[in-house]
């Protein structure tokens, strides 16, 4: 407590509160823990690879697209090949079987053309007309039978069957893509073979991550599980300050000393 000779002093009181005893100890322990936690060099990051590398499996199917890439297919060669035979009119009369099935039909009609004209002469001659200006006639129309029916088996022949083949070959143009892709499509399943193969890899490197992860935090997690348990008040202090009365210390020993001294003087009478 203090005083001045001027005006009215103050009384300060300090209040100070440590922790539990019982909680000290571990209070302690735990800030040295902590201390070390922060000054470790952990946690550190997962030593090894967090990818997993491509399967073998995905490996040859990204090799097999890439060479089938680069390379293409046979078919799609021939197919581009043909079309330009196509273009190029190359298939144009190059049946190798026409020619000889229009000379047989063409015999047939040549018999027939034969059997014709030697009954005309036969039976004219029986009638004493052989050299008749009537076997010139029948003569000629049985040339003219001839003529049409040879260009007839031709056009039929040639004609009839150059378009079924072309159809034919037009027909099988529309198939390469779908044949072509087929590749494709089972490069895409050997992939997918890859793909899961993959995924299986990865998980078992996440597993281990995660692994890593939970150890290399674990001493903080624990630590900071038991500061929360021993949590409370760590103790502190309080200043309070209380104003005395307003004469001062001087005055009210001088009022005290008169208030004696006339008490004295009327016991003194």
């Known amino acids: 407590m203090t005083g001045g000779g001027g005006g009215g002093g103050q009384n300060t009181t300090v209040q100070k509160a440590d922790p539990w005893s019982g909680q000290q100890a571990p209070l302690l322990y735990g800030f040295s823990e902590a201390r070390k936690q922060y000054d470790s060099n952990t946690p550190k990051y997962f030593p090894d690879s967090t990818v997993a590398p491509l399967s073998e499996t995905t490996q040859q199917a990204m090799a097999l697209q890439s060479q ?8 799609q060669t ?19 079987y026409l020619d000889a099935n229009f000379r047989a ?39 003219d039978t001839l003529a049409n029916s040879l260009g007839n088996l031709y056009a039929q022949t040639y004609y009839n069957n150059y378009n079924a083949e072309r ?25 997918d073979v890859g793909a899961l193969q993959d995924k299986q890899q990865q998980s078992l490197i996440d597993a281990a ?4 992860n ?16 021993i ?3 760590y103790g502190g202090s309080q200043s309070t300050q209380t104003p005395l009365s307003g004469t001062s210390l001087i005055g009210s020993l001088l009022g005290a000393g008169a208030l004696g001294l006339g008490a004295y003087g009327a016991l003194s009478r």
């Open 68 to 75: 089938r890439a680069l390379k293409g297919n046979p078919l």
């Open 231 to 233: 949590q409370g008040n």
């Open 209 to 212: 991550v995660n692994k890593w």
């Open 78 to 96: 021939q197919g581009n090949s043909y079309l330009g035979d196509v273009l190029g009119g190359s298939y144009l009369n190059s049946n190798p």
């Open 167 to 191: 159809a034919n070959q037009q027909n099988a143009l529309g198939y390469v893509p779908t044949m072509v892709n087929q590749d494709y499509i089972d490069l895409s399943k050997l992939s």
């Open 105 to 143: 039909g063409a015999q047939n009609i040549a018999k027939n053309y034969y059997d014709t004209i030697g009954g005309i002469n036969s039976g004219l001659s029986g009638a004493g007309r052989y050299g008749s200006g009537m076997q010139a006639f029948m003569t000629g129309r049985a040339n």
């Open 214 to 229: 939970y150890e290399q935090n674990l001493p903080a997690n624990k630590l900071g599980q038991y500061m929360g348990l």
